[in-house]
């Protein structure tokens, strides 16, 4: 039976770049940005409707949460081959008390986390909005997008809630493995870093193909396309996706007393990860307890 891998993040934490350097192992070739497994995200619209033959417009949220799982398990099956799927939602259970992302032909999640003080940036131009509105998002237990009831989008509501509670509905939900997989660790040791998050999910790859994978997705190439092609996943006009993906970026950019805001909401769950020391350790252990 084909087995769902779960790329799980918080927006704007690395997700892609990690679907990136997958498709290249796999291919042996640079990847399409713009044909990363799209039909494949966790909350897309179509491929709800088509596996269940069902309008989610007609759904109210509840039942959506319902029947998502299902779809989930349907596209498994019809894969007929390992499939790795992108999720922004947190993890959370619907009204039967299921699990809203499907876990029954799951193997694993990769759950791709980066310093919160980071992401608020990158999701603050992502959105197009102001650096206080990313930071009050990401303190927010109740955020959750695509609700709007004016127009329809091409995906699901998805409730992110903050990015403490995020990181840790992930990593302490005990429906399926996880193995987390820090953003600053795929900047500072690329190749070691994500053989071993592709190992975690049943995927062998060699130290020289991994390699030549993340040369294939560096930040300038990825970069590069998206200037020529443009990328579907870009929501702001006068920004890029792949913008900057530097380390610590937030000390040139985000106001002081925000990432003192971020501090005080995501203290223990950053201590945990080693983002409140320079170079600070962490593992599954730390995380737990910091939390």
Not at 275 to 285: I, M, T, V
Request: with cysteine; glycine share 8%.
């Amino acid at each position: 039976m084909a087995r769902t891998v779960w790329l799980a993040s918080y927006p704007k934490s690395g997700n892609t770049w990690l679907r990136a350097v997958h498709e290249a192992v796999v291919t042996g070739s640079e990847p399409d940005i713009n044909d990363l497994g799209h039909n494949h995200i966790a909350a897309a619209r179509w491929a709800f409707d088509v596996n269940l033959g069902l309008r989610s417009s007609d759904m109210t949220r509840e039942e959506l949460d319902l029947l998502r799982p299902w779809a989930d398990a349907v596209l498994a099956e019809r894969a007929g081959t390992d499939i790795w799927r992108k999720a922004h939602d947190a993890f959370s259970l619907g009204p039967t008390g299921e699990p809203v992302i499907g876990t029954s032909t799951a193997r694993i999640a990769l759950y791709v986390v980066r310093d919160p003080r980071d992401v608020a940036v990158s999701l603050a131009h992502h959105a197009g909005q102001t650096m206080s509105w990313a930071v009050r998002a990401m303190c927010d237990p109740d955020w959750t997008v695509s609700t709007g009831s004016q127009v329809l989008g091409p995906q699901l509501p998805q409730r992110f809630g903050t990015w403490s509670e995020h990181v840790l509905s992930w990593t302490k939900q005990e429906w399926l493995p996880v193995h987390v997989v820090r953003y600053e660790d795929c900047v500072a040791r690329p190749v070691e870093t994500f053989r071993r998050a592709l190992a975690a999910a049943g995927l062998r790859a060699s130290q020289e193909d991994v390699a030549l994978a993340v040369e294939r997705c560096s930040w300038q190439r990825l970069r590069r396309q998206e200037e020529e092609s443009g990328f579907r996943e870009r929501t702001a006009e006068g920004t890029y996706f792949f913008r900057r993906g530097q380390v610590g970026a937030w000390q040139e950019e985000l106001p002081v007393p925000l990432a003192e805001q971020l501090v005080e909401h995501h203290g223990p769950v950053m201590a945990g990860l080693g983002y409140l020391e320079p170079g600070g350790d962490w593992s599954p252990a730390t995380l737990i307890a910091g939390a």
